[in-house]
């Protein structure tokens, strides 16, 4: 009987001192340390189960039973330390990383459209009001529409005004939008009336205050039976009207394209001096805005129409060069440098 007293204090003193332990233990290792001190293999609690050898047969399951609930009691002190361990630590988190959704957030800037697409918008919506329909081509397009079928066959001089980017053997970067002209009516032939715009990026080897090597312009085509010059003047005026002003008015100048005939440079008043002559229009008051002329009989043919049968008309602006009439910029490359200074302005 002494001697399982003996243990049972014995017993009594180690699970105090595993609780005085573990209430002090501040980090979930600590309790883990304790674990092994009290419970493990060579634990102080393994250790006094040894003991069981000291007492008689009758009283070791009593024994057995005590260092059962002990071994259960310190069980329970490291889960419970190490739950109020964890819940101090998100607490702690808590508050550390405390958030107040009421808090108005911050700011976000508020951009807007770039110069060159407002006025992209603004030309399309013009044409847009007059029935006209918005396509596209790709960029990367081959000689023969970029070109070829523009009559501008492979040794033709006019070539030398488009310095290309060739991407490899027969495409290129393309050097302006009319082939879209081609692609257009190829895809509609037989239908009339063609009616369209398209609007897009083009490229050339060229790099000055007027012109950048990457730019936009916007085709115009229309193809319908009995389509005459006064079409062409009556549509590019009221188009000038609505880009610039309802004073603007419009020049044609005879030219040459190879894909029109007749072909003719257009002027616009210009919008500085309203027509007396100052720097911007180099005392003419007049400034070129685009390209057009009657469809050549062998481009309507190369779209699939007969040019016995239906006439056109064809144009072609740069979008930039409207944009800097519009806006009075006399540095086309202000518009591609990335400047926020210049682009906060529009
Ligand atoms: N493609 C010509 C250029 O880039 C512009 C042009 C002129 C287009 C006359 C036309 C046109 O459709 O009829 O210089």
Redesign the pocket.
């Known amino acids: 009987m002494t001697e399982l007293r003996e243990l049972e204090r014995a017993l009594s003193a180690v699970e105090a001192e595993a609780r005085s332990a573990v209430e002090a233990a501040a980090r979930p290792e600590e309790l883990e340390a304790l674990r092994l001190r009290y419970l493990g293999k060579k634990g102080r609690l393994t250790a006094l189960k040894r003991e069981v050898g000291r007492l008689p047969a009758e009283l070791r399951p009593e024994f057995g039973r005590m260092v059962n609930r002990a071994s259960a009691a310190i069980e329970a002190m490291l889960a419970s330390r190490l739950e109020a361990l964890a819940r101090d630590e998100t607490a702690r988190r808590l508050e550390a990383e405390r958030l107040d959704v009421t808090f108005p957030g911050r700011p976000w800037p508020r951009g807007h459209l770039h110069p060159v697409y407002q006025v992209w918008e603004a030309i399309e919506a013009i044409f847009v009001a007059m029935g006209f329909d918005v396509a596209e081509g790709p960029q990367v397009e081959w000689d023969d529409y970029n070109f070829v079928a ?1 009559n501008i066959p492979k040794d033709h001089p006019a070539r030398d ?2 310095q290309s980017f060739y991407v490899a053997g027969e495409m290129l970067l393309r ?4 082939p879209v ?1 081609i692609r257009y009516m190829r895809a509609r032939c037989p239908e009339l009336p063609i009616r369209m715009i398209a609007p897009g990026r ?1 490229f050339r080897r060229d790099d000055d205050a007027t012109h950048s090597p990457m730019f936009h ?1 916007v ?3 229309v193809v319908d039976r009995g389509i005459s010059l006064g079409d062409l003047k009556g549509c590019l005026d009221l188009f000038a009207r609505e880009m610039f002003g309802a004073a603007a008015r419009t020049r044609f100048r005879p ?1 040459y ?1 190879p ?2 005939e007749p ?2 440079e257009v002027d616009v008043s210009c919008t500085v001096c309203g027509g007396t002559g100052c720097r911007t229009c180099g005392y003419s008051g007049w400034l070129e805005i ?4 009657m ?1 050549h009989p062998q481009v309507l043919a190369n779209g699939g129409y007969d040019p016995e049968e239906v006439t056109g ?6 979008i930039e060069r409207i944009a800097m009439l519009r806006y009075g910029v006399d540095d086309l490359r202000l518009f591609f440098g990335n400047d926020l200074r210049f682009l906060e302005q529009f």
């Open positions: 523009l005004m488009q050097t302006q939008t009319s002209q083009v312009q085709e115009g085509l030219s394209f894909f029109t072909s003719a685009l390209g057009a002329g469809v008309f064809a144009f072609g602006m740069g």
